[in-house]
């Protein structure tokens, strides 16, 4: 599975998606909410709700299945690396039936329903992916 992209955490070389789905989401808030008062830093914000939704898109490819952590905390939190450098494992972690996570499922539904409503006008396509992503 390609989980290339999105944001890592809190400086470390691990992607949680459950922090990861909840910044979408504020962020895309933040956009439908606020976005007529940003200026010239919307651009910016919709890239970053983009960034975000590109790997949740990615991340809830495969059916039946959300991937929801790439990289093992322990060993990531202990490695002081450029993520370009990393040797350490790039275990990948995911909910599905058999390994239930329905917080974090909800959570990046929400994200991709929520990005739905700020492409909506500006990316017609890119925002039916997001909501037909969210409802499955």
Known sequence: ????GGYYDAGDNVKFGFPMAFTGTLLSWGII???RNMGSELEHA???VRWATDYLLKATAVP???YVQVGDAVADHNCWERPED???PRTVYKVDKEHPG???AG???AALAAASIVFRSRDPSYSRT???RAVS
């Open 1 to 4: 599975v390609d989980l290339s």
């Open 107 to 109: 959570e990046t539904a």
């Open 64 to 66: 039946g299945t959300v």
């Open 86 to 88: 990393m040797d350490t």
């Open 46 to 48: 919709l890239s970053a």
């Open 33 to 35: 909410d606020f976005g």
């Open 130 to 132: 997001l909501l037909q």
């Open 102 to 104: 329905s917080d974090v």
